[in-house]
T-cell receptor, first 111, second 112 residues
């Protein structure tokens, strides 16, 4: 069973059309939930860390929120340069220092 | 550039050959991680170092894989007797504490 699940797998938006990406996890003992952006052929770029339910972080057009078993990445008025794969990763207490990643959401924003 | 660097960026090899990748972490980071990423998937954890000590290894890391961090600075990942299934992006990350991990650009391995 996947421990970290992201949905949708792919999302196409028009420029300015706001939407949300979802990340859910099944294992207990959360030690941190992380959002990354990955452009084709490059390494993941760190965006946010969330530690507890109710926490929110913002950066430009992105806002990340956390509930007990899921996180949302809200994208407000996206631009074509926001097109990328967005990865969610979780650090669980029983798994030590490693991050467990979801498969990602591929976002395409058309002008 | 003070980010994580990896070398080479691309490697093409024939099945059965050995390959070695290098990672230079952010200088003040004592934690270093290796991950592997295949197309359409998120990165999968391979191994973790704190300073020069290798503290965690995934069961994905078969006996053909070995990683070192001899002086607690740069790290190398060696794959012996490469197989076509080893084709992937190999990512290195570093962190100053056991949370935010900062990734390098990756080494793309193609095994023919």
């Amino acid at each position: 069973e996947d421990q970290v699940t992201q949905s949708p797998e792919a999302l196409r938006l028009q420029e300015g059309e706001s939407s949300s990406l979802n990340c859910s996890y099944t294992v207990s003992g959360l030690r941190g939930l992380f959002w990354y952006r990955q452009d084709p052929g490059k390494g993941p770029e760190f965006l946010f860390t969330l530690y507890s339910a109710g926490e929110e972080k913002e950066k430009e057009r992105l806002k990340a929120t956390l509930t007990k078993k899921e996180s949302f990445l809200h994208i407000t008025a996206p631009k074509p340069e926001d097109s990328a794969t967005y990865l969610c990763a979780v650090r669980f207490r029983e798994y030590g220092n490693k991050l467990v990643f979801g498969a990602g959401t591929i976002l395409r924003v058309k002008s | 550039d003070t980010g994580v660097s990896q070398d080479p960026r691309h490697k093409i090899t024939k099945r059965g050959q050995n390959v070695t990748f290098r990672c230079d972490p952010i200088s003040e980071h004592n934690r270093l991680y290796w991950y592997r990423q295949t197309l359409g998937q998120g990165p999968e954890f391979l191994t973790y170092f704190q300073n020069e000590a290798q503290l965690e290894k995934s069961r994905l890391l078969s006996d053909r894989f070995s990683a070192e961090r001899p002086k607690g600075s740069f790290s190398t990942l060696e794959i012996q007797r490469t197989e076509q299934g080893d084709s992937a992006m190999y990512l290195c990350a570093s962190s100053p504490q056991p949370n935010e991990q900062f990734f390098g650009p990756g080494t793309r391995l193609t095994v023919l």
